[in-house]
Every structure is written in C-alpha cells, then in structure tokens.
Nanobody
Framework: QVQLVESGGGLVQAGGSLRLSCAAS????????MGWFRQAPGKQRELVAT???????KYADSVKGRFTISRDNAKNTVYLQMNSLKPEDTAVYYC?????????????WGQGTQVTVSS
C-alpha cells in the first residue's frame, strides 16, 4: 500500500523553527527520491527540497541555509527542519516520493500539512 503521512505543521512566529516529518510506506521510501513541496494560496506548488536514496540533496534558493532535509532509512521517514522561518514560508507542505520504474516516473503525495508563519 502506498502511503505518505505528514506531521509537524503548525503556527510559528517569524524567526522560529518547525520540523516536518513524513512517514512513508517501505515500498515507496526504499525506491524513491523523497522530497518536500509547498503550495501557498493562489500560487503553484513548488519544490522545497529533495533527497535521493544516495543522499544527494537539492534545495530551492529561497530556503537554502535555512531548511535541511534528511531521511531516516530505519524509520522510512523523511524530515524537513525549518529554521529562521519567514511569513513567506506560509503554505501547505506536501511530502513527495518520486520513483523511476521501467522508464516511467511515478509521483506519490501526502495529504499536506499547514505551516503558518506570523510576522
């Protein structure tokens, strides 16, 4: 069964920190690049950070130096540590698993968790 379950969102003041967690089913976690995307009201969903199975990371320019993605292979969980949060980080954050299988890319999504940063 394919499952991605996020947790850890909430309301925080500017300058504060939050850590998001995404527990994934093993069949997804072990075969996918895991990542976080976000979508603010009226805007398109955008990439925040990804981490490959080998540990390579990619970050949006807007979060570099503030956010850190990590994965715990023993727990099938990916994290997003968010520091120095800004009001413009307010969005629904989605966990993503991206798997390449026989030449086809499969995307899996969690239900999203709201992050609100007050000024």
């Amino acid at each position: 069964q394919v499952q991605l379950v996020e947790s850890g969102g909430g309301l925080v003041q500017a300058g504060g920190s939050l850590r998001l967690s995404c527990a994934a089913s093993e069949n997804i976690f072990s075969t996918s690049t895991m990542g976080w995307f976000r979508q603010a009201p009226g805007k398109q969903r955008e990439l925040v950070a990804t981490m490959s199975r080998g540990g390579s990371t990619k970050y949006a320019d807007s979060v570099k130096g503030r956010f850190t993605i990590s994965r715990d292979n023993a727990k099938n969980t990916v994290y997003l540590q968010m520091n120095s949060l800004k009001p413009e980080d307010t969005a629904v954050y989605y966990c993503n698993g991206k798997r390449l299988l026989l030449g086809t890319v499969y995307d899996y999504w969690g239900q999203g968790t709201q992050v609100t940063v007050s000024s």
